[in-house]
């Protein structure tokens, strides 16, 4: 049963996010059908606003609107399953609970981003034998500049919108919840109440209260760690939102909540390594936007190898030609698609497009292809036409290389400062060994102080004993 409702959780986030990208695509078919035909797709359509840039906001709304429906699912579903494992104590119940709802609410906020990162437009094929779903749907693309942009867009909306509607929630909440409380008491009751009694009938916490506020920045913690090379503001809108959610938790807890019970906790228990592990997983994640999602190794690799000889033609190192390179020729006769067949008097003499071609209905489709095929593959009538060419494993190569280097120079600083900088300083585990060696002195001492009490009662005993004995009886 419990196999069944996680598979079906997952099955369900798969769901949304293949729901997410009909979304787009349909968008997209609508804009290509209802705008002129000299519309090459990067022409606004208001001021500042262009179809892909309006297909990615109204996306990622949508986006983050199912997340949030889809966390108050998977909440009662965690908090469920832990229910049925019966935990002996407290602290493995909140263990318990804590890796489950950090699964869940992982795979339902980071999904979208991990595909749109790492996997939007890396299997859409090329111009003439395009990437199908199911034989029929085409496959999701990347504009022209790729899609970091879009990735920041989607980080940007899901996780200010989460701060934003946590604050609200955590302020409106308590607070509507204890005005209608006051509203069903009887008028004027309160001015003769005493205020421990007021109090009483605040909100009351509960067990949970602060597994939320742990979750909530663990969640915010995986958002400016894991996709921080497509967002570098987000460390910073993050200290702003904390500094607030600060002030916010206080006038929460001190107004609208009873007084806690204090609890003794060793640690924070399964954050611990949840917040190591995310550590160690954003180092692969920005590592591998870096240099798969970003431009930067296709440029680095052009400037210093394929802008001059042996396969560029220029004298010093350049970006001159950088782009030209990145465009792969195609034959418009090698469309499979049916609806070019009858179309070569559209075209007429043309037998190849490349970007920036505007003519008529057709070759706007034909700029559509272009625009998004950025690859590097052999040209028609070459031996291995439309086969990777030479930059393309160049580039492949030096992507995997960025990526082992930067993890290994990562990890290396991270071992070499945690064992500069450890956890407890030499100070505090002298005190500490020190208030281990006068707790042990301080039971050594009572024990033997015991074991004399005791002996010494033990002794008075058998010398009465010893007398009673010894004493002549009287007859």
């Given at each position: 049963?419990?196999?069944?409702?996680?598979?079906?959780?997952?099955?369900?986030?798969?769901?949304?996010?293949?729901?997410?990208?009909?979304?787009?695509?349909?968008?997209?078919?609508?804009?290509?059908?209802?705008l002129?035909?000299?519309?090459?797709?990067?022409?606004?359509?208001?001021?500042?606003?262009?179809?892909?840039?309006?297909?990615?906001?109204?996306?990622?709304?949508?986006?983050?609107?199912?997340?949030?429906?889809?966390?108050?699912?998977?909440?009662?579903?965690?908090?469920?399953?832990?229910?049925?494992?019966l935990?002996?104590?407290?602290?493995?119940?909140?263990?318990?609970?804590?890796?489950?709802?950090?699964?869940?609410?992982?795979?339902?906020?980071?999904?979208?981003?991990?595909?749109?990162?790492?996997?939007?437009?890396?299997?859409?094929?090329?111009?003439?034998?395009?990437?199908?779903?199911?034989?029929?749907?085409?496959?999701?693309?990347?504009?022209?500049g790729?899609?970091?942009?879009?990735?920041?867009?989607?980080?940007?909306?899901?996780m200010?919108?989460?701060?934003?509607?946590?604050?609200?929630?955590?302020?409106?909440?308590?607070?509507?919840?204890?005005?209608?409380?006051?509203?069903?008491?009887?008028?004027?009751?309160?001015?003769?109440t005493?205020?421990?009694?007021?109090?009483?009938?605040?909100?009351?916490?509960g067990?949970?209260?602060?597994?939320?506020?742990?979750?909530?920045?663990?969640?915010?913690?995986?958002?400016?760690?894991?996709?921080?090379?497509?967002?570098?503001?987000?460390?910073?809108?993050?200290?702003?939102?904390?500094?607030?959610?600060?002030?916010?938790?206080?006038?929460?807890?001190?107004?609208?909540?009873?007084?806690?019970?204090?609890?003794?906790?060793?640690d924070?228990?399964?954050?611990?390594?949840?917040?190591?592990?995310?550590?160690?997983?954003?180092?692969?994640?920005?590592?591998?936007?870096?240099?798969?999602?970003?431009?930067?190794?296709?440029?680095?690799?052009?400037?210093?190898?394929?802008?001059?000889?042996?396969?560029?033609?220029?004298?010093?190192?350049?970006?001159?030609?950088?782009?030209?390179?990145?465009?792969?020729?195609?034959?418009?006769?090698?469309?499979?698609?049916?609806?070019?067949?009858?179309?070569?008097?559209?075209?007429?003499?043309?037998?190849?497009?490349?970007?920036?071609?505007?003519?008529?209905?057709?070759?706007?489709?034909?700029?559509?292809?272009?625009s998004?095929?950025?690859?590097?593959?052999?040209?028609?009538?070459?031996p291995?036409?439309?086969?990777?060419?030479?930059?393309?494993?160049?580039?492949?190569?030096?992507?995997?290389?960025?990526?082992?280097?930067m993890?290994?120079?990562?990890?290396?600083?991270?071992?070499?400062?945690?064992?500069?900088?450890?956890?407890?300083?030499?100070?505090?585990?002298?005190?500490?060994?020190?208030?281990?060696?006068?707790?042990?002195?301080?039971?050594?001492?009572?024990?033997?102080?015991?074991?004399?009490?005791?002996?010494?009662?033990?002794?008075?005993?058998?010398?009465?004993?010893?007398?009673n004995?010894?004493?002549?009886?009287?007859?």
């Amino acid at each position: 049963m419990l196999l069944f409702l996680l598979c079906f959780q997952i099955l369900l986030i798969i769901a949304s996010v293949i729901g997410i990208i009909v979304y787009r695509l349909s968008v997209m078919i609508a804009f290509s059908r209802k705008l002129p035909n000299a519309f090459n797709g990067t022409d606004p359509i208001q001021k500042l606003l262009t179809p892909q840039t309006a297909t990615t906001i109204t996306a990622s709304i949508i986006s983050f609107i199912i997340i949030m429906i889809l966390n108050m699912i998977y909440e009662k579903v965690a908090i469920m399953i832990t229910n049925f494992e019966l935990p002996r104590t407290q602290t493995d119940y909140e263990n318990s609970l804590t890796m489950k709802m950090f699964l869940f609410q992982f795979v339902n906020y980071y999904s979208s981003c991990f595909y749109i990162a790492f996997f939007k437009g890396k299997f859409v094929g090329y111009p003439g034998d395009p990437v199908y779903w199911l034989g029929k749907y085409r496959n999701e693309e990347c504009e022209p500049g790729g899609c970091l942009l879009e990735l920041t867009t989607q980080l940007t909306i899901i996780m200010g919108g989460k701060a934003i509607w946590n604050n609200i929630q955590e302020v409106l909440l308590p607070w509507v919840m204890n005005l209608i409380g006051r509203c069903g008491t009887v008028s004027g009751a309160e001015k003769i109440t005493p205020r421990w009694e007021q109090d009483y009938h605040l909100q009351l916490m509960g067990k949970l209260g602060l597994f939320y506020e742990y979750l909530e920045m663990i969640i915010q913690f995986g958002f400016v760690t894991l996709f921080v090379a497509s967002f570098p503001l987000a460390p910073l809108l993050a200290l702003v939102n904390n500094i607030l959610e600060i002030r916010v938790d206080a006038w929460k807890m001190t107004t609208q909540y009873r007084r806690m019970v204090p609890e003794k906790a060793q640690d924070i228990g399964a954050w611990q390594p949840i917040m190591q592990g995310i550590a160690i997983l954003a180092v692969v994640t920005n590592a591998m936007i870096i240099a798969f999602t970003s431009d930067m190794i296709p440029r680095l690799v052009y400037y210093w190898s394929f802008s001059v000889p042996p396969y560029g033609d220029h004298v010093h190192h350049t970006m001159a030609g950088y782009i030209n390179n990145t465009l792969s020729v195609f034959s418009i006769s090698d469309f499979k698609d049916k609806s070019y067949e009858n179309s070569d008097a559209e075209f007429g003499n043309l037998t190849t497009c490349r970007q920036y071609l505007i003519k008529k209905h057709y070759l706007l489709t034909c700029l559509h292809f272009v625009s998004r095929y950025r690859d590097f593959r052999y040209p028609p009538g070459h031996p291995q036409q439309y086969k990777h060419n030479i930059y393309y494993w160049h580039v492949i190569a030096a992507k995997l290389a960025f990526i082992i280097v930067m993890e290994h120079f990562i990890y290396s600083v991270k071992f070499f400062i945690s064992y500069a900088i450890p956890d407890v300083s030499k100070s505090t585990k002298s005190k500490i060994k020190r208030e281990k060696y006068l707790t042990q002195k301080l039971l050594h001492e009572n024990h033997l102080k015991d074991m004399t009490k005791n002996w010494g009662v033990i002794a008075e005993r058998m010398v009465g004993v010893i007398d009673n004995n010894l004493r002549p009886k009287l007859e």
